[in-house]
């Protein structure tokens, strides 16, 4: 199942088409289930995102019964906004990439580096960024959403644990990141805008190898980043049983999962996003997210 946030409404998607997830058109849904089920109905499904990853193997099933011809809304992708609007925790892990540990000067990390991005910089797939004063700079990454609420669950379970996979942009102002000792990651990847993610969400099952998938970034149209997720030291399944080793992780959360090398910090000179750019990100199997900038305020 694909499934996004159009025009405000929560939609499941196939090609270009979208079919609605709200009001009277799910009235009766989960009321008349097969004779032997033993979930009562919970009445119509809501078309609330938030609501509906609380909710995610119900929606599941209402969406493997949809015919054909629901799907009567053509997708317009500048019309998709995040498909987790306002996520309660958003993890982000740093150096989980043997190249980029590499490239940035670090030995492969033996426990995930975790900080967060905070929620409010969460924002949807085709944006235009103000680009703070700084140096900001470019972080492509597969995110994993929670679709139910996880508490110490093994790794070999941590899967049934994930909505689903989308793609995310850990844009980051490197002054801000790395001054101080020690420095504090949060802060600089959390100005507005600074945590785009989209375009849709993509149920595990719908990809061949969900721990194996190609990941590129594109500044202005030439690759910087590229990589398949399966050269991640701590994989997602990993990642959610040490976290939720720690603490509950909840329905709608995101883990963004780190980024491959090609940063431009890293880049000999260094190079950094101005407001002549356009960034691409991309991941095999779900799609791509696209970001301009703006110059910062002069009189800031
Ligand atoms: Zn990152």
């Known amino acids: 199942m694909r499934f996004g946030v159009l025009d405000g409404r929560a939609v499941v998607i196939k090609g270009d088409r979208a079919a609605a997830v709200s009001g009277d058109r799910t009235a009766g849904i989960g009321g008349d289930r097969a004779a032997g089920s033993a979930r009562p109905s919970q009445g119509p499904l809501s078309g609330d995102p938030a609501v509906l990853l609380a909710d995610w193997p119900r929606l599941r099933d209402w969406a493997a019964g949809l015919p054909d011809e629901a799907y009567d809304i053509p997708v317009d992708p500048a019309a998709l906004g995040a498909p987790v609007p306002h996520p309660r925790q958003v993890f982000a892990v740093a150096l989980n990439y043997p190249p980029h540990a590499a490239e940035a000067g670090y030995t492969p990390p033996e426990e995930p580096l975790v900080f967060t991005k905070f929620p409010t910089c969460i924002t949807g797939p085709e944006t235009t960024v103000a680009l703070p004063p700084g140096k900001v700079d470019w972080e492509v990454e597969l995110v994993a959403v929670i679709g139910r609420e996880t508490y110490r669950v093994s790794e070999d379970r941590a899967w ?20 101080g000792k020690p420095a504090q990651f949060s802060l600089g990847k959390s100005f507005p805008g600074f945590g785009p993610i989209g375009p849709v969400l993509v149920t595990p099952d719908e990809f061949d190898d969900p ?12 690759v910087v980043q590229h990589d398949r997720t399966g050269s991640m030291i701590f994989p997602v399944p990993e990642l959610i049983a040490r976290l939720s080793a720690v603490l509950p992780l909840l329905p709608g959360d995101l883990v963004f999962t780190g980024t ?41």
Do not use: C, K, W
């Open 211 to 222: 721990d194996d998938l190609e990941i590129t970034g594109l500044l202005n149209g030439e």
């Open 160 to 179: 049934q644990s994930v909505a689903g996979l989308t793609v995310g942009q850990d844009l980051s102002e490197r002054v801000s990141q790395l001054r």
């Open 260 to 300: 491959p090398a090609g940063v431009g910090n890293r880049m000999n000179p260094p190079r950094y996003l101005t407001a002549a750019d356009e960034l691409v990100s991309r991941v095999e199997g779900i799609g791509e997210i696209r970001q301009r900038f703006t110059a910062p305020d002069d009189d800031r």
